[in-house]
């Protein structure tokens, strides 16, 4: 385990740090980038800067190989689950996943059946939630493999801090975190089946359409709405300003599965392509990451991932869980009653942040109301020990004040699994909460690994 | 040249016009308001007129407020600043996170001299970063028909500003010409025989400015 302090020596941390902010004022350069992200309050589109802490989570080398080597095993077995799942089935045939947490999930999506993408790749981008604890332990906390966003925060950031504080790298011996946008290229290209890359968004009125615009800037992909893609010929295409069609091969789209297209899905979508699902289905185009990933990100598929690292590769899980308990086991039902003060329940349809109530904050009332529910609906939610997370130091006022802080780690598949050597920190503004998640206030830290 | 889409021509061309109308409007403002502090309290009447917009303000106060600052109203110039930054903010990938910036700092500029007891001294800082941004538009986009559509918007704003306010002939002559010579370059979609004809306006003795600014109007986009 590694703290910024001993980087920067204990004495003079704070100064240090000040000097960092008095230097350029990162804040105030994020937000001539534009750095933000949109939320909707009352129905209204607002869009709010990140807040971000100059104090970086440092992990060195060592640790971070711990991480990397833990990180490739969860991703290659969570790909070579969904490709059973829409395949064969054979964890399900051999009871090892009970099929209700397969077809009961909202994830779960027919019409992907048989369908084998490109390369065989499912999760192109995964973003990994894991959390320290005390004991300096790593716990994954989600997989994220449908959109996973965040990585364009800590990018931009070091740019910045570079610029503003040069003096904090040199000598440092740090990663450097600029290259995902290289990583992400490499990542598109691979599976790309012949024509321009695309970067899909919903428009600038999503919440992460910053990092949409910045990917497709750095990557020198295109970024384009569906209204500018169609589908002829079995191709896909964009159209030009002077109406001509040229071929696209790959789509890295950032909208859910849900509105990709509206003959397949949802058909009220006005963002989606219609038939783009049909050429994906015939392979003449990559959609990164694949629909139906969701069958595999569940929060209640997440208590089967150990399981499914043993059941495809033969492995021991290097990185562990978060100790989790399924209310659907009647076993584990009964320690959810007895042990509830000690859980934190999380609703495994929601995300965000969203869904997520602990046992001890309840009034007795609500206990015996959410009880209730549990046992009417034992599949919809999932408990987890309550983690007692590292607290981090964030820098607030000229002062030092601990702060919880979970860490996004990018897994990017492209001929093998790559892990970017850096993150996205995310931490909670509020000393009482453990919600890191932007979209409920939360700030972010770059991650330095070191590299020796 | 790359794959660029209809839409983002369309906005190219639109924040090149939006830049150069909140530049020109704020550098007419403050002539005007200058006027206003001791010369003519009802100036911003005829600025109104020769605007086109329509006179809602209860004093040279309310104007020098809600004209600059109200994102109410929607001929303000912070209105039209909000304008060229939707249009910005949708084609980073076009211009650059750095040329970007400095619609994004135009804006921020605005919201401070909303604020400022001193607000001709903050709208400085807004044409200050407009003009930032068009040398980096200049310096930064490789792509010369990018930098090309720019061009045009502010051309087109420029004779079209310059015409509702009646300026002499050759000063809008001038500005024709680098139309003339712009254009072909942004591969935009125009009307050349609108072009002619704009042309052939601004030759004439007797510069017939209403018919001049319905012209230029129509040289691009959707009413051409």
Known sequence: ?452 | MGIISVENTDRLYWLGRYTERVYSTIKIFEARFDSMIDVDDEEYVAFCESQDIPNVYKSKEDFSRRYCFSLEDENSIFSNLMRAYDNAIVIREEIGSDTLSYIQLAVYAMNQAAISKAPLIGLQKVTDNIAAFWGMADDAIDESSIRNMIRVGKLVERIDLYARLKEPSEKIRREARRLANRIDKSTMRYSPKTLAHVNYLVQLDELPYETLIESVEKLVGDRM
Not at chain 1, 47 to 53: A, C, G, V
Not at chain 1, 98 to 111: D, K, R, V
Not at chain 1, 124 to 146: A, M, P, T
Not at chain 1, 184 to 199: A, E, P
């Open chain 1, 1 to 452: 385990m590694i703290s910024y302090t001993d980087i920067f020596g204990k004495n003079k941390r704070v100064e240090e740090m000040e000097l960092y902010v008095g230097a350029g004022d990162v804040n105030e350069q994020l937000a001539r980038y534009g750095v933000k992200f949109g939320i909707y309050k009352n129905n209204e589109f607002k869009e709010q800067l990140f807040p971000f802490d100059m104090i970086p989570r440092v992990i060195d080398s060592k640790e971070f190989g711990y991480l990397e080597k833990g990180l490739k095993q969860r991703v290659t077995a969570l790909n070579l689950f969904i490709e059973d799942i829409y395949g064969e089935k054979r964890i399900v045939k051999d009871g090892i996943v009970p099929e209700e947490f397969i077809y009961a999930g909202s994830g779960y999506l027919s019409q992907c059946e048989g369908i084998r993408p490109p390369k065989g790749i499912y999760s192109h981008i995964s973003g990994i939630d894991l959390v320290q604890g005390k004991d300096g332990e790593w716990y994954i906390l989600e997989d994220n493999l449908r959109i996973p966003s965040g990585a364009s925060y800590p990018m931009i950031a070091r740019e910045i801090s570079r610029r503003s504080a040069p003096d904090l790298f040199t000598g440092k011996h740090i990663e450097d975190n600029r290259n995902y946008a290289q990583l992400l290229r490499k990542t598109m290209d691979h599976v790309n089946v012949g024509g321009h890359t695309v970067i899909l968004t919903p428009g600038r009125y999503n919440a992460a359409y910053f990092e949409h615009s910045y990917l497709a800037e750095k990557t020198g992909a295109h970024l384009v709405s569906g209204s500018e893609l169609i589908v002829e010929n079995d191709h896909l295409y964009f159209i030009d300003y002077s109406g001509r069609k040229e071929r696209v091969g790959a789509v890295y789209r950032r909208i859910s599965d849900e509105y990709l297209d509206p003959m397949n899905f949802n058909r009220e979508s006005v963002i989606g392509i219609p038939h783009i699902f049909d050429i994906y289905r015939k392979g003449n185009v990559a959609l990164i990451n694949a629909p139906g990933n969701g069958v595999a990100d569940d929060k209640g598929i997440y208590y089967f991932v150990p399981k499914m690292i043993s059941y495809y590769l033969g492995e021991e899980p290097i990185l562990s869980n978060a100790p989790t308990y399924l209310p659907y086991y009647e076993e584990d039902m009964k320690y959810v009653m007895e042990h509830f003060d000690d859980l934190v329940l999380k609703d495994v349809a929601e995300a965000g942040g969203y869904g997520v109530v602990f046992g001890n904050k309840m009034t007795a009332e609500e206990k015996a109301k959410f009880k209730e529910m549990l046992k009417a609906e034992p599949r919809r939610f999932i408990a987890q020990e309550i983690i007692d997370f590292l607290d981090i130091d964030i820098l607030e006022k000229g002062e030092l004040l601990p702060r919880k802080a979970d860490l996004r780690a990018f897994v990017l598949m492209a001929e093998e699994p790559m892990v970017w050597k850096s993150g996205l920190t995310r931490f909670s503004r509020n000393p009482d909460s453990f919600i890191v998640n932007s979209s409920q206030g939360g700030g972010f830290k770059d991650t330095w690994v070191l590299s020796q």
